[in-house]
C-alpha cells in the first residue's frame, strides 16, 4: 500500500523485526501479554520521543560588547513522567534570536546541533563545559560581577548551564564550610591591610568595593574566571573561590 507523505520529514528509524516484535505497540505481541498485570513504563528521553504540541520554557538577554544587539536564548523543556515519581524535566530544544544577523549562519547550526543532542537523551550536561571553554581569539570581555566570558559562544553554555541549574539537571557543588570561613578571614585581613587598620570587620568593605563587590585592582582568577585575585603576604589569592597559588 503506497503511503502519500504529507508532511516533511524531520527523522527516521528503519524498524527491525525484532524491534516490531518487542514493541509493546504492536499488535501481534499483545494478546500473551495482557493477561500479565500493566507494568509502569518510566519514559526516558530519546530521539524519537514525540514532541508535545506546547512544551514550557525560559528566554534568556545576553547583551556583550563583542554584539551590536542582545541576544535571546530560549530553552524549552519536556517534563517526561508527569505526576509520578520519576517526573523530570529536560531541554528538548533551543533557538537564539537577534536582530543582529552577522552570525546568524553558525548561531543556527549550533542551535541546531544543540537541540539534537538534547533530543539524543543520556547526559547533556557535558555541552556547558564544552561551550564555556570556547576561547575567541579576538577576545572576551568582562560581565557584571567580575566573571569574564572568554567568547560568546562561551556566554551561550553559561546561559544553558543557568537553565540546567534551574530546572535542577545541574547541583551546584555546594562550598564547604571551612572554605568559606577561610575565604572571609582572607578577605578581612585583606580589607584591614588596604584600610591601614589593624582589625577592621568585615562589615566596613563597602568603601573599597568596585562595583564587582571585589576589592579595586582585583585581577582575573583562572580557575573561576572572576576578577577576584588579589595579592596577600606575597601570594595571590582568589577571594571568591578561595584559590591560592601557594597552596
Ligand atoms: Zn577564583
Not at 102 to 122: C, E, M, N, P
Request: charged letters at 25%; one cysteine or more; a neutral charge.
Amino acid at each position: 500500500m503506497a503511503i502519500k507523505i504529507e508532511k516533511k520529514i524531520k527523522g527516521y528509524n528503519v524498524v527491525k523485526p525484532e524491534d516490531k516484535a518487542a514493541s509493546p505497540a504492536a499488535p501481534a505481541a499483545q494478546p500473551a501479554a495482557s493477561k500479565e498485570a500493566p507494568k509502569a513504563e518510566i519514559i526516558q528521553m530519546h530521539e524519537s520521543l514525540e514532541r508535545p504540541e506546547t512544551l514550557v520554557g525560559s528566554t534568556y538577554k545576553i547583551k556583550s560588547p563583542l554584539f551590536e544587539h542582545a541576544l535571546y536564548v530560549t530553552v524549552n523543556d519536556i517534563v517526561l513522567n508527569v505526576g509520578t515519581a520519576y517526573e523530570q524535566r529536560r531541554p528538548f530544544e533551543i533557538f537564539i534570536n537577534s536582530k543582529n544577523m552577522d552570525h546568524f549562519q553558525w548561531i543556527v547550526a549550533l542551535t541546531r546541533i544543540i537541540s539534537a543532542v538534547f533530543r539524543k537523551g543520556g547526559d547533556v550536561t557535558f555541552l556547558v563545559e564544552e561551550m564555556k571553554a570556547v576561547f575567541d581569539p579576538r577576545g572576551g570581555y568582562f560581565k557584571a560581577g567580575g566573571i569574564y566570558m572568554p567568547s560568546i559562544v562561551a556566554e551561550i553554555g553559561a546561559v544553558i548551564e543557568q537553565h540546567m541549574k534551574s530546572i535542577g539537571l545541574i547541583h551546584d557543588p555546594e562550598m564547604d564550610e571551612s572554605t568559606r570561613k577561610l575565604i572571609a578571614e582572607k578577605r578581612a585581613a585583606y580589607e584591614a591591610a588596604a584600610n591601614g587598620k589593624s582589625a577592621a570587620p568585615v562589615s566596613t568593605e563597602s568603601k573599597t568595593e568596585s562595583a564587582t563587590g571585589f576589592p579595586p585592582g582585583a585581577t582575573l582568577c583562572a580557575k573561576c574566571n572572576t576578577q577576584a585575585l588579589v595579592l596577600m603576604d606575597g601570594c595571590q589569592t582568589c577571594l571568591n573561590c578561595g584559590y591560592s597559588k601557594c597552596g
